[in-house]
């Protein structure tokens, strides 16, 4: 591993779903530690928990209850800190 280079949390929101799964992956293999989110669980999960450990966090959060979305954010802000914010534009 390059150590220069610098390995930032991901939050990943549909973190069950094809493609969210993919994302994990993605950023699971290159090093990064993942916040994944999901609404209904799946076996998707199961497999990221066994294969990436305590590199991947999982938490249920449904995004359209704005209070379980607060709920979330003020229990892991620590967490929370470690992810990297990469501009939209």
Known sequence: ???NKINYGVLVTGANS???FEVCKK????GHEVIGLYHKY???LDELILKYG???KIYSVNLSHSDQ????I???KS???KVYNTPTN
């Not at 950023?27 to 290159?30: H, N, R």
């Not at 979305?69 to 979330?72: G, Q």
């Open 27 to 30: 950023y699971l293999d290159s």
């Open 54 to 56: 305590e590199n991947i």
């Open 79 to 81: 967490s929370l800190s």
């Open 18 to 20: 094809d493609i969210g």
């Open 1 to 3: 591993m390059n150590r």
């Open 69 to 72: 979305l607060s709920e979330f």
């Open 74 to 76: 003020s229990n892991h």
């Open 42 to 44: 799946s076996n998707y």
